[in-house]
């Protein structure tokens, strides 16, 4: 099976701008979490979706958002960037909540 | 609400040395617990997990954890350490709700 799959892999963007990424889980899975790395701050959980519906949300503010699809691929979008936006954004899907999570590689985000 | 603890940011070990990281969490349910490992350059990927039944649970590369319910604790250990066992070390803990809370991760540098 092909791995959790993230686009883009890297992304510089200014202040103000907005950004859309993107995750394509494991075939079969249907549940797919957001989380940011940074090296200050560690592994923040972001939100989580199951079956197109958002199941649980992290502590961050309203300019990060997220959808999923009917076919589990999920989006998250960040709006008004700002510059300690700039992380490494993981991406994880699993076959239901609270089983293995499968991580890709991740999107690192620079926001200059 | 979930929290997890992890006692070492940045561990330094030689080569066969017996290697303990300390993993404490707060929840009140039942849950599911995770080591996780990103190795250099490599996607985070699982170490090992205890869902139920023995408390005492072996992961790839002769990891293991110990499950210590009354002590909400979820130690990893490997009585021999290798240079390649060089990576970082994330504790999770995943309730039937589905929020997964990482701790802040400890970074294993073993000597060759």
């Known amino acids: 099976k092909a791995g959790v799959t993230q686009t883009p892999r890297y992304l510089i963007k200014t202040r103000g701008q907005q950004v859309t990424l993107s995750c394509s889980p494991i075939?079969?899975?249907?549940?797919v979490s957001w989380y940011q790395q940074t090296p200050g701050q560690g592994l923040q959980f972001l939100f989580e979706y199951f079956s197109e519906t958002q199941r649980n949300k992290g502590n961050f503010p309203g300019r990060f958002s997220g959808r999923q699809f009917s076919n589990s691929r999920s989006e998250m979008n960040v709006s008004t960037l700002e510059l300690g936006d700039s992380a490494l954004y993981l991406c994880a899907s699993s076959p239901t909540p609270a089983e293995t999570q499968y991580f890709g590689p991740g999107t690192r985000l620079l926001v200059l | 609400a979930q929290s997890v603890s992890q006692h070492n940011h940045h561990v330094i070990l030689s080569e066969a040395a017996s290697l303990e990281l300390g993993c404490n969490y707060s929840?009140?349910?039942?849950?599911?617990l995770f080591w996780y490992v990103q190795y250099p350059g490599q996607h985070l990927q699982l170490l090992l997990k205890?869902?139920?039944?023995?408390?005492l649970v072996k992961g790839i590369k002769g990891f293991e954890a110990e499950f210590i319910k009354s002590k909400f604790s979820f130690n990893l250990r490997k009585p021999s350490v290798q240079w390649s066992d060089t990576a970082e070390y994330f504790c999770a803990v995943n309730s039937n709700a589905g929020k997964s809370t990482f701790g802040d991760g400890t970074t294993l540098t073993v000597k060759p």
């Open positions: 205890y869902f139920s039944g023995d408390p």
């Open positions: 075939s079969g899975h249907r549940s």
């Open positions: 929840y009140g349910g039942t849950v599911n």
